[in-house]
C-alpha cells in the first residue's frame, strides 16, 4: 500500500478534480460573502459560515498541492468577482434552500471522485470533503425542519404484500400504461422540480443584475428552459395525484445591482447546467417507463445545446478556463 506521495505524479482524474474543485470553491466563497453580508437570521448565518469555511479549506489545502507539485493553479474567482456593497438579492429562506442544493450537488459529486482517487493525500482530502458535504446536508436540513420550510418528497402507500408486474404497460408507453409511479420514480421527479426550481430563480436574479445583453439574454433562456422541464416533471406528479414543489421565485428581490461578475455568473449557472444534466442520468437510470426516459433523454439534449450556447458566451469574453488535457501527440509528432 503506498503510504507516502512525495513521488507519485497525479493522475488525470487527481487534476481534473482538483481544478473543477478550486473553481466551484473559489466561486462559493465569493457567493457566501455577499451572502453574510445580509443574512437576518442568526442560525442561518451560522450555516452559510459554516458552508464558507468548508470552501476557504478546500482552496488553501488544493494551493498547497499546487504549488509543491509546481502545477499552474487555476483563476478561479476572487475579490474582484464580488460586490460586497450590492443590496439582498436573495431572502434568507432562499440561503438555506441554496445551501441544501448545493449539499446535495456535493454528496453526488464527491462519492463519483473519491472512486478515482489513489495519491494518499488526494485520497483523504476528498474522502473529508465528501464527509463534510454530509455534514452540510444534516445542518442544512435540521434547519429547514426547525424553519418549517423543508419540502419532504412526497408519500406513497406502504406495500402491504408480495406482487410481481404482470403487464408490459408497466414499462412501456402507449394506451393502458400505468399512472402510478415507483418510488424512485417520485423521488427524481420531485428532486428535479426543485432542482429547477432553484435554477429558475437564480437565472431570474442573474437577468436582473447581468450587465452584458447577451449573459441577461441568456440567463432569461435559461429561467424558460427551467420551467419548461418544470412542467414536464410536474405532469407527471399531477397525473399521479401527488404534490409539486412549489417556486423559489417569490424569494428573489428586485435589486439591479450586481453582487457578481457576468463571469462567475455564467460558471454558476454552467456548473448547475452540468449537475442536471447528471442528475437526469441516474433519473433514466431508476425510471421503469419509458415515455419518462424518453423525456429526460429529450431535455437533456435540449440543456446540452443550452449549455453550448453559454461556452460559447464565455469563450468569447475569455471567462472560461481551460482545464488540464491530455497531450496532442500528433502535434508532439511534428517536426
Same mark, same amino acid.
Given at each position: 500500500?503506498?503510504n507516502?506521495h512525495?513521488?507519485?505524479?497525479?493522475?488525470?482524474?487527481?487534476?481534473?478534480n482538483?481544478?473543477t474543485?478550486y473553481?466551484?470553491?473559489? !466561486?462559493?466563497?465569493?457567493?457566501?460573502?455577499?451572502?453574510?453580508?445580509?443574512i437576518?437570521d442568526?442560525e442561518?448565518?451560522k450555516l452559510?459560515?459554516?458552508a !464558507?469555511?468548508?470552501?476557504?479549506?478546500?482552496?488553501?489545502f488544493?494551493?498547497?498541492i499546487?504549488?509543491?507539485e509546481n502545477?499552474q493553479?487555476?483563476q478561479g474567482?476572487?475579490e474582484e468577482d464580488?460586490?460586497l456593497?450590492a443590496g439582498r438579492l436573495?431572502?434568507?429562506t432562499?440561503y438555506v434552500?441554496?445551501?441544501k442544493?448545493?449539499?446535495?450537488?456535493?454528496?453526488v459529486?464527491?462519492g463519483r471522485?473519491v472512486?478515482? !482517487?489513489y495519491?494518499?493525500?488526494?485520497?483523504?482530502f476528498?474522502?473529508?470533503?465528501?464527509?463534510?458535504?454530509v455534514?452540510?446536508?444534516k445542518?442544512?436540513?435540521?434547519? !429547514?425542519?426547525?424553519?418549517?420550510?423543508?419540502?419532504?418528497?412526497?408519500?406513497?402507500?406502504?406495500?402491504?404484500?408480495l406482487?410481481?408486474?404482470?403487464?408490459?404497460s408497466?414499462?412501456?408507453?402507449?394506451?393502458?400504461?400505468?399512472?402510478e409511479?415507483?418510488?424512485s420514480e417520485v423521488?427524481?421527479?420531485f428532486?428535479?422540480?426543485q432542482?429547477?426550481?432553484?435554477?429558475?430563480?437564480l437565472?431570474?436574479?442573474?437577468?436582473?443584475?447581468a450587465?452584458?445583453?447577451k449573459?441577461?439574454?441568456?440567463?432569461?433562456?435559461?429561467?424558460?428552459?427551467a420551467?419548461?422541464?418544470i412542467?414536464v416533471?410536474?405532469?407527471?406528479?399531477?397525473?399521479?395525484?401527488?404534490?409539486?414543489?412549489m417556486?423559489y421565485?417569490?424569494?428573489?428581490?428586485k435589486?439591479?445591482?450586481?453582487?457578481?461578475s457576468?463571469?462567475?455568473?455564467?460558471f454558476?449557472?454552467?456548473?448547475?447546467?452540468?449537475t442536471?444534466v447528471?442528475?437526469?442520468?441516474?433519473?433514466?437510470s431508476?425510471?421503469?417507463?419509458?415515455?419518462?426516459v424518453?423525456?429526460?433523454?429529450?431535455l437533456i439534449?435540449?440543456?446540452?445545446?443550452y449549455?453550448?450556447e453559454?461556452a460559447n458566451?464565455?469563450?468569447a469574453?475569455?471567462?472560461?478556463e481551460q482545464?488540464?488535457?491530455?497531450a496532442?501527440?500528433?502535434e508532439?509528432?511534428?517536426?
Open positions: 500500500m503506498e507516502h512525495d513521488h507519485i505524479s497525479l493522475t488525470s482524474a487527481e487534476l481534473a482538483m481544478w474543485t473553481l466551484a470553491d473559489t !466561486m462559493a466563497i465569493c457567493v457566501f460573502k455577499h451572502f453574510l453580508e445580509h437576518e442568526d442561518v448565518k452559510v459560515t459554516f !464558507m469555511e468548508l470552501s476557504e479549506k478546500h482552496v488553501h488544493l494551493r498547497e499546487y504549488t509543491s502545477v493553479i487555476p474567482f476572487t464580488v460586490n456593497e436573495f431572502s434568507d432562499f434552500n441554496y445551501i442544493q448545493m449539499a446535495k450537488g456535493g454528496l459529486t464527491y471522485v472512486q478515482n !482517487m495519491r494518499q493525500d488526494l485520497l483523504v476528498f474522502n473529508s470533503c465528501l464527509s463534510e458535504a455534514e452540510l446536508n445542518r442544512a436540513t435540521q434547519l !429547514m425542519l426547525e424553519l418549517g420550510i423543508a419540502l419532504r418528497p412526497p408519500n406513497i402507500p406502504y406495500p402491504n404484500q406482487e410481481f408486474v404482470q403487464k408490459h408497466f414499462v412501456l408507453e402507449g394506451l393502458g400504461r400505468r399512472q409511479l415507483t418510488g423521488t427524481n421527479l428532486s428535479n422540480v432542482s429547477n426550481h432553484l435554477g429558475s430563480a437565472a431570474r436574479a442573474f437577468s436582473q443584475v450587465q452584458s445583453e449573459t441577461r439574454h441568456f440567463f432569461i433562456k435559461g429561467k424558460e428552459i420551467l419548461k422541464h412542467k416533471f410536474g405532469t407527471y406528479l399531477d397525473l399521479a395525484s401527488l404534490p409539486v414543489p417556486t421565485d417569490n424569494e428573489v428581490t435589486s439591479q445591482v450586481a453582487p457578481f457576468d463571469k462567475l455568473m455564467m454558476h449557472f454552467s456548473l448547475m447546467i452540468y442536471g447528471g442528475n437526469y442520468g441516474i433519473s433514466i431508476e425510471s421503469q417507463r419509458s415515455d419518462m424518453a423525456d429526460y433523454l429529450r439534449g435540449e440543456v446540452l445545446k449549455s453550448e453559454g458566451i464565455m469563450i469574453n475569455q471567462w472560461l482545464p488540464p488535457l491530455s496532442d501527440r500528433k508532439l509528432a511534428k517536426d
